[in-house]
């Protein structure tokens, strides 16, 4: 069975930063695009980020774009989200998830248990 296990989440000021990791196994990692997502509550999940399975391609939504960067490690089987400049409306759980194929095409068919984000204003 797939497992993806986000960690990193926690309590930042406005302005701050963290680095989310998510930690694949139980399939051949450096074969499948992998996305970010979030959910704030109350409201629907996103998308975040989306990186293609080398790390040569990656997405982000208007909303993070020049704030958040996604990346992979193969060999550790893992992918991170960089996040800078944060802002209360970034609150929220965080989610990695496996895309059905190399590229990142909008489906994706696996997901972790997700990580609480909080930023204080």
């Known amino acids: 069975q797939v497992q993806l296990v986000e960690s990193g989440g926690g309590l930042v000021q406005a302005g701050g930063s963290l680095r989310l990791s998510c930690a694949a196994s139980?399939?051949?990692?450096?074969?499948?695009?992998m996305g970010w997502f979030r959910q704030a509550s109350g409201k629907e999940r996103e998308f975040v980020a989306s990186i293609n399975w080398s790390g040569g391609s990656t997405g982000y939504a208007d909303s993070v774009k020049g704030r958040f960067t996604i990346s992979r490690d193969n060999a550790k089987n893992t992918v991170y989200l960089q996040m800078n400049s944060l802002k209360s409306e970034d609150t929220a759980v965080y989610y990695c998830?496996?895309?059905?194929?190399?590229?990142?095409?909008?489906?994706?068919?696996?997901w972790g248990q997700g990580t609480q984000v909080t930023v204080s204003s």
């Open positions: 139980r399939f051949t990692f450096s074969a499948y695009a």
């Open positions: 998830a496996r895309g059905r194929a190399g590229w990142p095409t909008g489906d994706y068919d696996y």
